[in-house]
């Protein structure tokens, strides 16, 4: 579903491959669901819970960073959307990131965080799989990738 008018939607995932290796990805898209850009990032050994709070961080991140003032982030995972739905709490595990995250939501600007299911995330589930086998650089994706195309 793309976001309401006036929105961009960013949709973010975190993978690991038994804890040796973790990367995760998002997808910015406009009013009528189209590509706006794209982003991998490679982030080593890091638990499943971990790498999705990266996707999250680096994708608003980048939100800031591009001008977007009005954001719906949409989370395949229901524990890290409820615990940033909380002001307080959270795992010890990526505790200092959750931090970070949270002194971004409190900025000048709209973010909704909507739980969305793993089915309607697969384009950015790929991207996060794809930076499990990539570097550690953030790569940045203005067009879709050709091996992801299928997906979005």
Not at 108 to 122: L, M, P, Q
């Amino acid at each position: 579903m793309p976001p309401n008018m006036g929105w961009i939607q960013l949709n973010t995932d975190g993978a690991s491959k038994k804890g040796m290796v973790g990367g995760c990805g998002g997808v910015f898209r406009g009013e009528n669901g189209h590509w706006i850009c794209g982003f991998s990032k490679g982030l080593g050994a890091c638990s499943a819970y971990v790498a999705e709070l990266w996707g999250v961080f680096e994708g608003l991140k980048l939100a800031r960073l591009r001008g977007f003032h009005k954001v719906e982030l949409d989370i395949d995972s229901s524990v890290v959307a409820s615990t940033l739905a909380l002001e307080e709490g959270g795992s010890v595990d990526g505790w200092s990131l959750l931090q970070n995250i949270r002194r971004l939501l409190e900025l000048e600007w709209e973010i909704k965080i909507h739980h969305s299911y793993r089915e309607a995330n697969k384009c950015v589930d790929a991207l996060a799989n794809m930076a499990c086998d990539g570097g550690y650089s953030l790569m940045l994706y203005e067009h879709c990738p050709a091996q992801i195309n299928l997906f979005f």
